[in-house]
């Protein structure tokens, strides 16, 4: 068994490898000091396993990641990467039925997961003293789940129940993501993390057990505890992953999508929609990509904190009631996305002409030093922020990429730290300056007559009138 400790960098030296950039790593010690303290090991079996003993508390959040999520899913057996995320609180081979929800609730443990397009993740926080019990719980579940008819057909309504309630009882984003989702049909990201109806319904005990056999597996799975670490922890790791066979069929390897952006204009119309919206979105890169990191910064720079360009116009007069971006950034693509709803005298044209030109003033000129530094500072105090909480921590550790594994902390901020002005005017002109997937979404006729009529009047009537509704 391999056992491997992170290796020590410090902050100082990282501030004299950059002597020229914006110098937050004082700031970002903290991040250095907890690197230093955790334990990295990677069992025989592939498993990779990180502790971080934290002083002062009296539990420990656990958080186990595995590389599967809906791209790793066949034609005809969409959703199952979510659908089996239910099964694993329903039943192991020796805690049955509700055992685990029980165990859990009776020691006053938090516990929950989620599934994305790259992975599922499990975590919990309990007490430290029913760590060995927790391990041996998360251990018999991720390895020999219990798959019968009974719990499937029950977590197949739970899954429909869910999907109902986020989606198809919402106006419009059913369709909107059908949308976005055929821009990159014929990939494994063409269909939806929750999967198809049909495909969820058609779902067996056997057909979830292969999917289990062949994606649940010790060389796929990273495995983080953060808190109170009783010394004893590592030995109970061994004892309930360590004899963990991976298959012999191998880990399928994806590459990065080969997308040639176009401009798109598409509509959607709702009956149920109380007013219109326009859903922006541009292609961009996956976390394997040099432009990682300069992507996350353009976007909050452009869309996302409240200091952003999209931000700024709100602050006197806006065209817009309402702003909301969350990119989405797999491991072979990414896209960012905006939508905007619009103030009654204002179009929908006009929302995009205002985009795009925030977009245009990025790409023509770089920003100043002063505001890429208040990014960079924005990005690290969240990143320091994940420190006070250990659950978080913990599933941050767990999604640690592969070119981090020794520096799952400092890696990422290290890689921000580097990116230049120059950079992201070039990344804005790379992927935002054209091509952008534009969608309006639209409410019933009577609507979009009223308010095409708002659009004619005089601006201090609009206005007048959206206040008196508002």
Request: proline fraction near 6%; include cysteine; glycine fraction near 4%.
């Given at each position: 068994m391999t056992v491997i400790y992170a290796a020590s960098f410090s902050a100082n030296a990282q501030d004299n490898l950059q002597p020229n950039s914006c110098v937050l790593n004082t700031l970002a010690q903290p991040l250095y000091d907890a690197e230093q303290q955790i334990q990295y090991r990677q069992l025989d079996n592939g498993l990779q396993v990180r502790t971080l003993p934290l002083k002062n508390t009296q539990a420990v959040s656990i958080a186990s990641q595995f590389d599967v999520g809906s791209r790793n899913e066949a034609e005809g057996k969409t959703g199952y990467a979510h659908l089996f995320e239910h099964m694993l609180f329903k039943g192991s081979e020796h805690a049955p039925g509700d055992s685990y929800t029980q165990t859990m609730s009776a020691l006053s443990g938090q516990f929950n997961a989620s599934t994305f397009f790259d992975f599922t993740n499990y975590y919990l926080t309990i007490p430290s003293q029913a760590l060995e019990l927790s391990l041996w719980l998360e251990a018999d579940r991720f390895r020999y789940p219990s798959l019968n008819d009974t719990t499937v057909k029950n977590q197949?309504?739970?899954?429909?129940?869910?999907?109902?309630?986020?989606?198809?009882?919402?106006?419009?984003?059913?369709?909107?993501?059908?949308?976005?989702?055929?821009?990159?049909?014929?990939?494994?990201?063409?269909?939806?993390?929750?999967?198809?109806?049909?495909?969820?319904?058609?779902?067996?005990?056997?057909?979830?057990?292969?999917?289990?056999?062949?994606?649940?597996?010790?060389?796929?799975?990273?495995?983080?505890?953060?808190?109170?670490?009783?010394?004893?922890?590592?030995?109970?790791?061994?004892?309930?992953?360590?004899?963990?066979?991976?298959?012999?069929?191998?880990?399928?390897?994806?590459?990065?999508?080969?997308?040639?952006?176009?401009?798109?204009?598409?509509?959607?119309?709702?009956?149920?929609?109380?007013?219109?919206?326009?859903?922006?979105?541009?292609?961009?890169?996956?976390?394997?990509?040099?432009?990682?990191?300069?992507?996350?910064?353009?976007?909050?720079?452009?869309?996302?904190?409240?200091?952003?360009?999209?931000?700024?116009?709100?602050?006197?007069?806006?065209?817009?009631?309402?702003?909301?971006?969350?990119?989405?950034?797999?491991?072979?693509?990414?896209?960012?996305?905006?939508?905007?709803?619009?103030?009654?005298?204002?179009?929908?044209?006009?929302?995009?002409?205002?985009?795009?030109?925030?977009?245009?003033?990025?790409?023509?000129?770089?920003?100043?030093?002063?505001?890429?530094?208040?990014?960079?500072?924005?990005?690290?105090?969240?990143?320091?922020?994940?420190?006070?909480?250990?659950?978080?921590?913990?599933?941050?550790?767990?999604?640690?990429?592969?070119?981090?594994?020794?520096?799952?902390?400092?890696?990422?901020?290290?890689?921000?730290?580097?990116?230049?002005?120059?950079?992201?005017q070039a990344i804005s002109q790379r992927y935002f300056n054209g091509n952008t997937v534009r969608l309006d979404l639209l409410p019933p006729w009577y609507i979009r007559a009223t308010k095409s009529i708002l659009e004619l009047l005089p601006k201090e009537m609009s206005d007048s009138l959206e206040e008196s509704v508002m």
């Amino acid at each position: 068994m391999t056992v491997i400790y992170a290796a020590s960098f410090s902050a100082n030296a990282q501030d004299n490898l950059q002597p020229n950039s914006c110098v937050l790593n004082t700031l970002a010690q903290p991040l250095y000091d907890a690197e230093q303290q955790i334990q990295y090991r990677q069992l025989d079996n592939g498993l990779q396993v990180r502790t971080l003993p934290l002083k002062n508390t009296q539990a420990v959040s656990i958080a186990s990641q595995f590389d599967v999520g809906s791209r790793n899913e066949a034609e005809g057996k969409t959703g199952y990467a979510h659908l089996f995320e239910h099964m694993l609180f329903k039943g192991s081979e020796h805690a049955p039925g509700d055992s685990y929800t029980q165990t859990m609730s009776a020691l006053s443990g938090q516990f929950n997961a989620s599934t994305f397009f790259d992975f599922t993740n499990y975590y919990l926080t309990i007490p430290s003293q029913a760590l060995e019990l927790s391990l041996w719980l998360e251990a018999d579940r991720f390895r020999y789940p219990s798959l019968n008819d009974t719990t499937v057909k029950n977590q197949q309504g739970a899954v429909l129940e869910e999907m109902a309630t986020s989606i198809d009882n919402q106006p419009y984003v059913r369709k909107a993501m059908a949308f976005l989702l055929s821009q990159v049909e014929g990939t494994p990201y063409g269909h939806a993390v929750i999967g198809s109806i049909e495909d969820v319904k058609a779902a067996t005990p056997e057909s979830l057990n292969a999917f289990h056999q062949r994606f649940y597996r010790p060389d796929a799975m990273q495995l983080s505890l953060v808190g109170d670490i009783p010394p004893q922890t590592q030995s109970w790791i061994d004892a309930q992953f360590g004899d963990w066979q991976a298959p012999e069929i191998e880990r399928p390897q994806l590459s990065d999508l080969k997308i040639l952006p176009k401009p798109v204009h598409g509509e959607i119309i709702d009956e149920r929609g109380p007013w219109p919206a326009v859903l922006f979105a541009w292609h961009t890169a996956g976390t394997n990509s040099a432009d990682t990191a300069g992507l996350a910064l353009l976007e909050a720079y452009l869309f996302q904190n409240k200091s952003s360009l999209i931000q700024g116009t709100s602050l006197k007069d806006p065209d817009q009631l309402l702003s909301y971006s969350i990119p989405l950034t797999m491991t072979h693509h990414g896209m960012t996305n905006l939508v905007l709803v619009p103030r009654a005298r204002t179009s929908l044209d006009r929302l995009s002409d205002n985009v795009q030109s925030l977009i245009a003033s990025v790409a023509a000129q770089p920003i100043d030093d002063q505001q890429l530094c208040q990014l960079k500072q924005i990005w690290l105090n969240k990143a320091l922020s994940a420190l006070d909480s250990p659950s978080l921590l913990a599933r941050n550790l767990s999604a640690t990429l592969p070119q981090d594994r020794l520096h799952p902390l400092t890696g990422p901020w290290q890689r921000i730290d580097a990116v230049s002005a120059k950079e992201l005017q070039a990344i804005s002109q790379r992927y935002f300056n054209g091509n952008t997937v534009r969608l309006d979404l639209l409410p019933p006729w009577y609507i979009r007559a009223t308010k095409s009529i708002l659009e004619l009047l005089p601006k201090e009537m609009s206005d007048s009138l959206e206040e008196s509704v508002m």
